[in-house]
């Protein structure tokens, strides 16, 4: 009798469906309706999902634990109903499209929820904007720390950086050798590394050569018939010259008339004693080195340029020289020669600076870092070195455009220095450009091209199935 009433309930509120049947389990009856594949209005539903929103599915009718019924999910190209769209007030922008919450490459043209229940975020007209600019909120761009500067014209400010050693200028170094055979009667009290003056005695040497010589050219000037008579002498004297006689010695000898046992040799210079192979008594070939004297008052500094810095730097330019020794102090010197030759090992190319010693601070083969100042007076227009988006193979940035709206451009860029960088092509004088947050906005930008991507290939495929009739 129940049976037959719950039947005719049905039939009277027309919601049996073609297909049930009715099943008899031991004892009384019960009805298990089971829609069919084929509802009144001929949609077809795809599966059944759950009610609350839970990540659950059914490939055909089903119940939840509170007794609710699948909610069955149709087709998208079937004239089957879907959820109702929220009704949007008159005036608002119109949805193109749902978009995943988590930022995955899923869109759906209806309101959805994802496996966390959690709902699809809608894209309105306007968002998607086609000129190539990115658009964000004040709330994002606020959040993200977005910084934006215009672009100004200013000297780009660029230092070389390179490792080096002091060296002895090749012109103040002064050797003193005999040009006879010669023997060393006394040495003065002067060792490697002391300070000498020009002028200062140094060693008395006794040459037979030199005495010969001397008395040759006293006899010239003290005879009766030449004495009087310049050219006479001048041979004479010459001769002397040639065996490096100093000259102190050579006027002595016309002022006293009296040639010397013994020539006294002095200092050519002032500087230091580098090397003194001279010892009292020994006997001295011609050529033998006795005394080495350098002066110190003027150094070099032996830098290695890179190769790649090589077109910045010029004859002439200033430099800052650090000794390791003395971190406090910097030398400024300038350029003096470029070397025409690249280390074929470690690609750089060598430079000489010269540089000023008056305290004798800088020592020779003294590590040295040397800081070459390569700014150009002339402004150009330039950008901080954090604006630029750089792939290795193409360079951008991005101009703010105002009302939260950012165009990504490619630049051409050229020096760096000082934070900064020259700008050759692609910006305006004046035109900001983001300085801060930019990869944000360039992360931002290639998510909304991925999602707008998958949005336009959603309709094209489901064309191509209609076309070909075929249904998932």
Do not use: C
């Amino acid at each position: 009798m129940n049976t037959q009433r719950l039947l005719t309930a049905l039939a009277l509120t027309g919601s049996l469906a073609l297909g049930a049947s009715l099943f008899l389990i031991d004892g009384p009856w019960s009805v298990h309706a089971e829609v069919a594949s084929a509802t009144a209005d001929g949609a077809t539903p795809l599966y059944y999902r759950d009610p609350s929103g839970a990540p659950l599915w059914s490939a055909g009718p089903r119940k939840d634990e509170d007794g609710r019924d699948y909610l069955p999910v149709y087709d998208d190209d079937q004239a089957a109903p879907a959820e109702p769209k929220p009704q949007q007030p008159a005036g608002s922008r119109k949805i193109l499209y749902y978009r995943n919450p988590m930022g995955l490459p899923d869109t759906s043209p209806v309101p959805k929820k994802d496996p966390m229940g959690m709902n699809y975020v809608p894209v309105y007209e306007g968002d998607d904007v086609d000129d190539g600019t990115v658009k964000l909120s004040p709330g994002k761009i606020q959040r993200s720390g977005v910084k934006s500067e215009p672009v100004e014209r200013r000297s780009i400010r660029v230092l070389v950086k390179a490792p080096g050693t002091i060296q002895l200028d090749e012109r103040r170094v002064s050797v003193i050798a005999m040009r006879a055979e010669s023997f060393v009667q006394k040495v003065a009290d002067v060792t490697t590394g002391t300070r000498v003056k020009a002028g200062q005695p140094l060693m008395e040497i006794y040459s037979s050569a030199v005495a010969s010589a001397a008395a040759e050219y006293l006899s010239t000037i003290n005879s009766k018939t030449t004495g009087g008579v310049e050219a006479y002498g001048r041979g004479s004297r010459q001769r002397l010259v040639n065996l490096d006689v100093p000259d102190q010695v050579i006027a002595g000898m016309e002022r006293t008339r009296v040639a010397p046992v013994t020539i006294q040799w002095s200092a050519p210079r002032d500087g230091v004693v580098l090397e003194r192979n001279a010892i009292e008594g020994m006997r001295a070939n011609p050529g033998d080195v006795l005394f080495r004297i350098a002066d110190t008052s003027l150094v070099w500094a032996l830098v290695d340029v890179a190769e790649r810095d090589l077109g910045n730097i010029a004859v002439g330019q200033s430099v800052a020289v650090r000794a390791r020794s003395f971190p406090g102090r910097a030398f400024t010197g300038r350029i003096a020669v470029i070397y025409p030759q690249v280390n074929r090992e470690t690609r750089t190319v060598r430079v000489r600076i010269e540089l000023a010693n008056p305290d004798a601070a800088l020592l020779p083969d003294m590590y040295v870092d040397a800081e070459i100042d390569t700014a150009d007076t002339t402004p150009v227009l330039a950008i901080e070195d954090s604006s630029v988006l750089d792939t290795g193979t193409r360079q951008a940035v991005l101009v703010d455009k105002g009302s939260g709206r950012f165009e990504p451009r490619e630049v051409k860029l050229g020096r760096r220095g000082g934070g900064y960088i020259e700008v050759r092509d692609g910006l305006a004088d004046g035109e900001a450009v983001v300085t801060s947050a930019n990869f944000l906005i360039d992360a931002e930008s290639n998510l909304k091209a991925a999602l707008k991507g998958f949005a336009e290939a959603a309709p094209q495929a489901s064309d191509a199935g209609h076309a070909t009739g075929e249904h998932k």
